[in-house]
Structure formats: C-alpha cells, structure tokens
C-alpha cells in the first residue's frame, strides 16, 4: 500500500495505477462504514485508492474542524488489511495554497436539509471532491448513502461538470443496536451512546407507518418528532420527508422520497435517513 502526501506524487502513481480505479474519500478515523466502502471499491476495480482529508472548507466557524477525531496509523492499519492500493492524504496546505479563489458551488438541492443547516457546507464538498477527482482521476468514487444529500450533490456536480465518472452509493452501516457508524459517534459518553438509537427508532417508526400505508409527510414528520423528542437528550434540529431531485418538501409521500433528520445529542450532531421503498429495509438482507 502506497502513502501519497503530495498531488504531484499522487499523479506520478495514477499513471501505473491497473484501471479501473475506485476511489473512496474520506475524513479518515475511519470505521466499518468507511471500510464497506473501500471493499466495494476494491471489489468491482483494479485498483482502489482512499483519500484521508479533513478539510477545513466544509467545516462552519462554530463546527468542530480543530477537534475531529484523528488517527493515522490505526487508519492506515486498516486501509491495509482491506487491502487498498493507495492512500492519499495531503496538507490542507497542499490543497489549498494561499493564492486559490475558484470554488465549486452547487445550487438549488444546497438549500435544503444539512445545506440549510449548514450554510457554505457543500460549497467546500464540492470543491474538496473535485479537486480530489482531478488528482485521483478515478473511473469510480464511492459515498456513503448516510449522507445521503453528499451523493445527490456529488452525482449533480459531476453530471453538471462533465466529469467522467460514474459516482455510486453504498448503503449505511449501523450498529449492533441501530445507530448509523460515524466518526462523530467518539464523542458520545455512554449515556448520550444510549440516547442516540432515538434516530434509528424514529426511521423504524416511520417505516412501519409506511408500510401500513400512510402517506402524508406532515403525518409522518409528526411521528418522526414525537420518537425524537420522547428522548431527552435529543435536541432535533431537522426531521424531513423530500422529493429525492429536489429535496423540497414532498406533498404526498412516493417511493424514492427521502426520510431525513438531524439531532443533536449533547453537543454532537447526529444525522439519519432512509429512502421510502415499496418494500423498504433499514439493514441490508
Ligand atoms: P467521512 O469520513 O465522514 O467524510 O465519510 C467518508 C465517506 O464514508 C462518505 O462517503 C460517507 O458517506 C461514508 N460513510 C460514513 N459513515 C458511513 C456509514 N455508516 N455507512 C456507509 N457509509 C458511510
């Protein structure tokens, strides 16, 4: 497994790369999510390549980009036992030098959900992204279907940019217990751990309901708050019912509509979602 720091080595290795190339970027403190991303990647692709960046421009002012949890080598550790080819993990000085003014912003579905909860968020995301697919130069990039508006910016920006690659979804990797993996979920001590499968109860909720044929988002957003909120230690931030192309508030509730919320517990904010499926399922069969 090869570790890059720089962009001018990350493109010397490319070159003898064995194509296709999937590529999985991440923030690194890297868990079981991460990893069934990378084992995709490496699955369906000649060679595989992770990128471990946490970058500054997608954290807001108040946001927790000086304390995100970090560590390298147990990250490095088991990018090795999935067997990944490459590593790329440059300064935030070699990604953005002082003299760099060009961003990346993708409208319209940006102001919905964590875009609107997070004002420039995805504005850094997508600049972060394309950037790392000039360098990587991936035929496939991997994203996790547990954020789920990252991928429907991903997949606009790169449909709107031209950019020759195909982005593909993976679906959330939970818990034992529920709770989607995060590297966020570190900061939880036992108690707020515990309180935290509220998101979980409150997408199972909602499936049940769905499943007995209720279709109205107002009624199903209600039921959503009524779980969040029987949890003490949830603050919710978010709970939403949304039109999967646009991410507007849908008006009746179809297949494809995409059940999200943000909560937070104690200081650290949680996100979930599902997709609403004719059959829809939490876990994977
Ligand atoms: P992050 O390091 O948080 O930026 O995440 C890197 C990639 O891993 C993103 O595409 C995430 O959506 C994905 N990811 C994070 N957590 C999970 C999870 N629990 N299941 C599946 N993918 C995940």
Redesign the pocket.
């Known amino acids: 497994m090869k570790v890059i720091q720089t962009i001018a080595e990350m493109r010397k290795l490319r070159q003898r790369l064995l194509e296709p190339v999937g590529f999985?970027?991440?923030?690194?403190?890297?868990?079981?999510?991460?990893l069934?991303?990378v084992r995709k990647a490496k699955e369906k692709n000649a060679s595989a390549v992770v990128s471990i960046f946490v970058n500054p421009t997608q954290f807001g002012p108040q946001e927790d980009f000086e304390k995100y949890p970090r560590d390298t080598e147990r990250d490095l550790a088991m990018l090795k036992t999935a067997k990944t080819d490459a590593v790329f993990m440059p300064s935030a000085e070699e990604m953005y030098p002082a003299n760099s003014v060009t961003w990346v912003d993708v409208k319209k579905i940006t102001e919905h959900l964590e875009g609107a909860a997070r004002p420039g968020h995805f504005r850094g995301v997508a600049t972060v992204v394309a950037k790392l697919f000039n360098i990587v130069q991936p035929d496939r990039a991997?994203?996790?279907?547990?954020?789920a508006q990252?991928?429907l910016v991903v997949k606009r920006m790169v449909a709107d940019l031209n950019m020759n690659i195909e982005v593909i979804a993976?679906?959330?990797?939970?818990e034992p217990d529920g709770l989607?993996?995060?590297?966020r979920n570190i900061y939880l001590n036992p108690e707020q751990r515990k309180a935290a499968t509220v998101l979980y109860r409150a997408l199972n909720h909602v499936l049940e309901l769905w499943s007995e044929g209720e279709r109205n988002p107002a009624r199903l957003r209600r039921h959503m708050l009524d779980v969040l909120r029987s949890e003490p230690l949830a603050v919710v931030e978010y709970v939403s019912v949304a039109d999967p192309e646009t991410l507007e508030e849908m008006e009746t509730a179809k297949p494809g509509g995409l059940v999200s919320m943000a909560v937070r517990v104690g200081k650290t904010r949680l996100i979930d979602n599902m997709v609403l499926e004719l059959k829809p399922r939490l876990l994977p069969d």
Request: proline letters at 7%; hydrophobic letters at 35%.
């Open positions: 999985v970027p991440t923030m690194g403190y890297l868990h079981e999510g991460h069934t991303l991997y994203f996790g279907q547990k954020d990252q991928v993976v679906p959330t990797v939970r989607a993996m995060s590297s």
